[in-house]
């Protein structure tokens, strides 16, 4: 009868005739969902927010990398709904839980959207089921939170009644290149029969699937990548404070370096880490590993020298405000970018929102441009996007790029500005050598 079960499953997903049902509709779960969608599964998402719930049933999307035009053919073809009611997944075979795992205050992984969906999935398991966890969190989080709760409510068996797995999500935000269709796909089970059905059923919709060992393996993955990432973004932060003791120009140091074809990977330093990922996800295995008392010190020291990033660009900005006899309280601040990273719309964990915060605290008069948002909710501060972008250069005391968004005319911010920060080397070739311009 076991055997059967994931024969009649793996079946149904060779078919595609399972119904797919993805829980959390945001950067992560529509992409998905439209990827299944354009595999020809019937597709239903489920989130709580009825106005993102609302958008899509009318055809209209909401996320930047999926667009309109593709929710509303899905929709025309009755491959994709989305609603609030969990109560669908009693018709349903796949399920795909892709809900936020942030940090609390505390620095403590918040893992209560895993913990809502997955009790609500609870009340419609079902054998003959496959489900499968892409939010980023600790190893072990889904053999030891999500198992015990689908599998003790109804009696079921991992493995033999439904299937298990943990699949991170790879998604970039604006990238063109990698998408969620063609990046590579590593799905982990909590047995080896979890495995093989979640992978069948990715690989029905994915360029390219890797199924690895365990579900543990598979969590690991994801934080080791970045992890990767974080580590040496801290390790070129610091570089950027050490050259700017040296009077050395860290972005040549870094260009010089990056023409060595091997032994050397090429990382920027920046205004401070953004987007959910590269901020939080380390700091779960960090968390993780004080459990078993183990201090995670690379993290922890990249984490810091990260953290502490927008301090150093503000303090950038006094010392360019001093050049010119003018102290940050009073002065007028113009932050260019707002969002995480350039060409896109997403504000998650933008240091954007920390530079701007810490310059109004020193009296700083701020305001900000960015093309792709036009307001700002933050705290205790409300702000709009300047509408004449030129004329507000032009009356800045003093410009700070944080993000290095395309559509900038960087000759035009050059020409207007009194004074900028260019935390990014946006201006490049045409800034070098010019007494307006100061470097991160």
């Not at 496959?130 to 068996?157: H, K, W």
């Amino acid at each position: 009868m076991t055997e059967m079960i994931k024969e009649n499953l793996l079946q149904r997903l060779k078919e595609h005739s399972a119904v797919v049902a993805v829980v959390g509709l945001g950067y992560v779960g529509l992409p998905l969902a439209v990827v299944f969608g354009n595999a020809g599964f019937k597709v239903v998402g489920i989130d709580l927010d009825k106005n993102k719930v609302d958008q899509l049933n009318k055809g209209v999307s909401y996320i930047q990398d999926v667009p309109t035009a593709d929710v509303k053919r899905l929709l025309d073809a009755g491959l994709l709904t989305a609603t609030t009611d969990f109560s669908v997944l009693r018709d349903v075979q796949a399920v795909s839980i892709c809900v936020p795992t942030p940090l609390k205050k505390t620095g403590d992984p918040d893992l209560s959207f895993i913990i809502n969906a997955t009790d609500e999935l609870a009340k419609y398991v079902h054998p003959g089921m496959v489900i499968t966890l892409e939010s980023t969190t600790y190893p072990g989080t889904t053999r030891e939170l999500i198992l015990p709760r689908l599998s003790e409510c109804c009696g079921i068996t991992a493995g033999e009644d439904f299937f298990l797995a943990f699949s991170p999500e790879r998604v970039d935000p604006g990238r063109k290149d990698w998408t969620t269709f063609n990046t590579p796909k590593v799905v982990g089970g909590v047995t080896p029969a979890c495995s093989e059905v979640a992978a069948a059923w990715y690989g029905e919709a994915l360029k390219t699937v890797i199924s690895v060992s365990s579900a543990e393996v598979a969590e690991m993955t994801k934080l080791l990548e970045n992890t990767f990432r974080m580590i040496n973004i801290g390790l070129v932060n610091e570089l950027a404070i050490i050259c700017n003791r040296l009077g050395v120009d860290v972005w040549e140091v870094i260009e010089a370096a990056g023409t060595k074809p091997f032994g050397f990977m090429k990382f920027t330093p920046g205004p401070g880490l953004g987007g959910h990922c590269i901020p939080i996800d380390p700091l779960y295995l960090s968390w993780k590993l004080k459990s078993l008392n183990y201090n995670a010190r690379f993290i922890e020291l990249a984490s810091e020298i990260n953290t502490n990033m927008p301090r150093f660009v503000v303090s950038r900005v006094q010392d360019a405000l001093n050049e010119l006899s003018k102290p940050l309280k009073g002065s007028q601040v113009l932050v260019l970018g707002a969002s995480y990273k350039p060409d896109i719309d997403d504000l998650r964990e933008s240091p954007a929102l920390d530079v701007m915060g810490l310059l109004m605290a020193k009296g700083a008069l701020v305001e900000y441009h960015d093309p792709y948002i036009p307001e700002l909710k933050h705290d205790a501060w409300h702000k709009t996007s300047v509408q004449d972008l030129q004329n507000a250069v032009h009356l800045a005391d003093c410009v700070v790029i944080v993000t290095n968004h395309s559509q900038y005319d960087y000759q035009m911010i050059l020409d207007n500005a009194v004074m900028i920060v260019d935390t990014r080397n946006a201006l490049g070739k045409i800034g070098k050598g010019s007494r307006k311009v100061v470097k991160l």
